[in-house]
């Protein structure tokens, strides 16, 4: 994996079973401060249960999980508090405003400057003309956006995206993309971002883990990936997957 002191997630052998459904299965990784890496697969591959896992909303059947050199299960609190996430499923209250579900929280994270900092978040999304909107009016695009200010509003350093361009349209979708290029330039903010939109990734991502029925079959970055399949696109590696569940082994042996 990575020889570097950096390493600010890791994962080990993490499996989560639901009633007998192996969600995720023996999956091991790890990412670098200032790495964003790319969580690919099929509806149903398993990468909302991984997410859900690294936050400690629900507990791994077998494995373990460190962040920032530590183990989740024993120093959740602290650890919490040093990443954030955004997903298109969390629903904020929707008769408080932007602002005000944004100023809770910056309640809830300790947000030094709250105001200041909302302010700024709300600029670096384009979106401070909604900041008097009820957040119960807004279309997923604009929904999708605060869902992003209020994942930077505590300045993670590990920062987790579910389908964080799911809902919007291909303007403000680049638009995003490049804003999380430049975050990570400027912040070195470790991201695990899922999508099964290959664009996203080819864009955004330096490293892809590819999810298959809750297995990591296929690692690398993009062109390592592309090289191994021997395709020009991602989109035919994730089709060739998808279909036949063919194993890579990337460029670590795993
Ligand atoms: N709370 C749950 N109870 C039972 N099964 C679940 C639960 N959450 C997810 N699953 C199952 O786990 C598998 C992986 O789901 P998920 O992680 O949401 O996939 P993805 O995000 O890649 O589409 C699916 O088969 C899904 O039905
Ligand atoms: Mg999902």
Known sequence: MHHSDAVILRVYELTKEFDGIVAVDHVSFAISRGEIVGLLGANGAGKTTTLQLILGLIRPTSGRIEIFGQDLECHRIEIL????????????????????????????????HAEERIAAVLDLLEIAHLRNARTGRLSSGEMTRVNLCKALLNDP??????????????NIADKVRRLLRQIQRERQIAML??????????????????????????????????????????????????????????????
């Open 81 to 112: 508090r040093r990443m954030n996430f955004s997903s298109v499923g969390v629903n904020l209250p929707p008769n408080l405003t932007v602002w005000e579900n944004l100023w809770l929280f910056a309640q809830l994270y300790a947000v030094p």
């Open 157 to 170: 350093e590990l920062l987790l995206l579910d389908e964080p361009t799911a809902s919007l349209d291909p």
């Open 193 to 254: 971002y899922t999508s099964h939109n290959m664009r996203d990734i080819e864009e955004v991502c330096d490293r892809i883990l590819f999810l298959h029925r809750g297995r990591i079959i296929a690692e690398g970055s993009p062109r390592e990936i592309l090289r191994h399949f021997r395709t020009r696109t991602l989109e035919e590696v994730f089709i060739r997957i998808a279909r036949s569940g063919e194993i890579l082994v990337g460029p670590e042996e795993r």
